[in-house]
């Protein structure tokens, strides 16, 4: 890797819907970001300056690819920040792809005292209902959670909720709200200290574009 700015910065992507909101946001930061948005199946889309190299991931892999070097900086969504630990610098919260991390239940179902909850949060499900001092078993699951209580796997899910659309169209509520969620810029701490210049750049104007949109 050259620390002299001929390597693009390498940045890793969520595939999905917070890429279009980031597409948005680098366009409002004045940062070049190519066919970023391009519908094909390429995983690498570079700049058009060649500047910055997008890797496009599935959501939760992005810390991973920034942990590890493999990418210079990484967008990820808090939820998956604090699921795992990860070696990573948080540097702008970016005010895209805000949801939250709730509780839902089927309509007025009565929780039992020790519930069966499915999620794919084993970390921050088991977290919530410990402080609380239930003894919750925990059922992971990678994807259509809400389907758990309807059909007897769960008495409750702990799921991400964006619009409630998903809840509302399989006759769930929400009981609880975990937390706030939206995406993080993160980076590799020593990658960032060896390209600080190339890397401080896109930070600072990314940090300009949602202070802006903070005030808009
Ligand atoms: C997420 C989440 C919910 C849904 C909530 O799933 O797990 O199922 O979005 O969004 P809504 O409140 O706008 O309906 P996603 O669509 O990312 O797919 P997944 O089930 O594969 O995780």
New binding site residues.
């Given amino acids: 890797m050259s620390a002299g700015g001929r390597d693009p910065l390498r940045i890793a992507v969520p595939k999905?819907?917070v890429l279009s909101g980031l597409a948005r946001l680098f366009a409002r930061a004045g940062i070049d970001c190519g066919d970023l948005l391009a519908d094909d199946r390429r995983l690498v889309r570079d700049s058009g300056d060649g500047r910055l190299r997008f890797y496009l991931l599935k959501p939760d892999d992005v810390p991973t690819w920034v942990e590890y070097g493999a990418a210079d900086l990484g967008v990820s969504g808090r939820d998956v920040l604090m699921e795992r630990r990860y070696r990573l610098y948080q540097l702008v919260e970016l005010g895209i792809g805000r949801?939250r991390l709730v509780v839902a239940t089927r309509k007025g179902a009565v929780v039992p005292d020790a519930p069966r909850i499915a999620t794919k949060y084993r970390e921050l499900a088991a977290a919530h209902f410990g402080a609380r001092g239930i003894q919750a078993e925990i059922v992971y699951v990678q994807?259509?959670?809400?389907l758990a209580p309807l059909t007897g796997l769960a008495d409750a899910i702990v799921?991400?909720?964006?619009?409630?659309?998903?809840?509302v169209e399989n006759d769930l509520e929400e009981r609880e709200t975990i937390a706030e969620i939206s995406s993080v810029l993160v980076a590799n701490p020593a990658l960032y200290k060896l390209r600080l210049a190339e890397a401080r750049g896109v930070v600072e104007r990314l940090r300009a574009a949602v202070e802006s949109a903070g005030e808009a």
């Fill in positions: 999905g819907r949801c994807g259509s959670v809400e799921d991400l909720v964006e619009t409630g659309t998903t809840l």
